[in-house]
């Protein structure tokens, strides 16, 4: 069964805005690479890497992830996070947005040394979905690409984490990518805007939530009647619905107050992803606008590797 990826008007303005966010994209995931190494605070590597967005004229369209190892996604440093990088396998998954319009990629940096096939795997998948695209192909054809190429090189796609479309202020957004083939079939139209993210492991392929959580957004209009939580909720209005972490947060009780919006339904958590059965994962990702005949990827640099 084929249904159409939601059709967004994306004039030359706001497709503009999507290059404008890819360009500054580009910038940070270079600087990010260049600056990652043993023995660096995941805090100030986090803060750094969200000055350096705004240095750069764009804004977070969400938390640095900074996942380790098992981890798939949604580990971002709470307030002076204490950790330091070992010989992690780091996925660093960044969002930027001028406008609302926003750019996704992320990468893996192995720091041990140890895994260059495990990354090479989510790598590759990426080329392979990336070479896929164009109008007229479906998810399940990506998804297809990206299963094929990372069990060729002797690992498993994580077949419950998936891409996803882009919309202004829409972090994730139909159609869902899959990493896998998929019973959900969608068509892809010249003009959308889609991130594609293969995670590889040397695992079962799932991942589940963990105990950690640090990255909220809000999905209600609902108010509260606390003052406290309201002067939080405040705060929270300003991010236009897109994720925020609590480090970027200030007020008394902030746990507290988070607490009750999550309660209420007026804000959702999204809890650290861990691989279900420990194994390392890799991530790489990038957004394209899809053309008739092929892609734009906006977050990759013109000579980029993939």
């Keep these: 069964m084929f249904s159409h990826a939601k059709k967004f008007k994306n004039t030359d303005e706001i497709l503009e805005k999507y290059r404008a966010a890819g360009k500054i994209h580009q910038q940070v995931m270079k600087d990010a690479r260049d600056k990652i190494k043993v023995g660096l605070s995941l805090y100030e590597y986090a803060t750094y890497i969200d000055q350096r967005i705004i ?25 002076e996070d204490s950790r ?44 392979a979905a990336i070479d896929t695209v164009k109008a007229g192909v479906t998810t399940n054809q990506i998804g297809g690409a990206i299963e094929d190429t990372i069990t060729a090189l002797g690992f498993q796609p994580i077949r419950n984490l998936m891409g996803h479309g882009l919309s202004q202020y829409t972090a994730h957004a139909e159609p869902s990518i899959p990493n896998c ?41 609902k108010q509260t009647r ?10 929270i209005d300003a991010y236009n619905g897109l994720p925020f972490a609590k480090r970027w947060i200030s007020g008394e009780k ?48 013109l000579n980029g590797d993939y």
């Design 55 to 79: 240095e750069l004229g764009g804004l977070s369209a969400f938390p640095v992830n900074i996942s380790m190892n098992e981890e798939a996604a949604h580990d971002t440093p709470l307030f």
């Design 84 to 127: 330091i990088f070992g010989n992690d396998v780091v996925k660093i998954d960044v969002g930027v947005h001028v406008d609302g319009y926003i750019a996704d990629g992320a990468m893996t940096i192995d720091l041990s040394g140890k895994n260059s096939a495990l990354v090479k795997a989510s790598e590759e998948a990426l080329k």
């Design 181 to 221: 083939r998929f019973q959900r079939d969608v068509i892809l139209n010249a003009g959308d805007t889609i991130a594609i993210e293969p995670f590889a492991t040397d695992g079962l392929g799932y991942v589940d939530n963990g105990s950690i959580k640090e990255i909220y957004s809000r999905i209600s209009k």
């Design 226 to 235: 606390l003052p406290m939580v309201r002067k939080v909720l405040d705060q």
């Design 254 to 301: 902030l746990d507290f107050a988070l607490n009750q919006l999550e309660r209420d339904g007026i804000i959702t958590s999204y809890p650290v992803l861990v691989e279900v059965s420990g194994g390392l994962v890799s991530q790489a990702e990038h957004t394209l606008i899809i053309t008739e005949d092929g892609c734009e990827v906006t977050t990759r640099e």
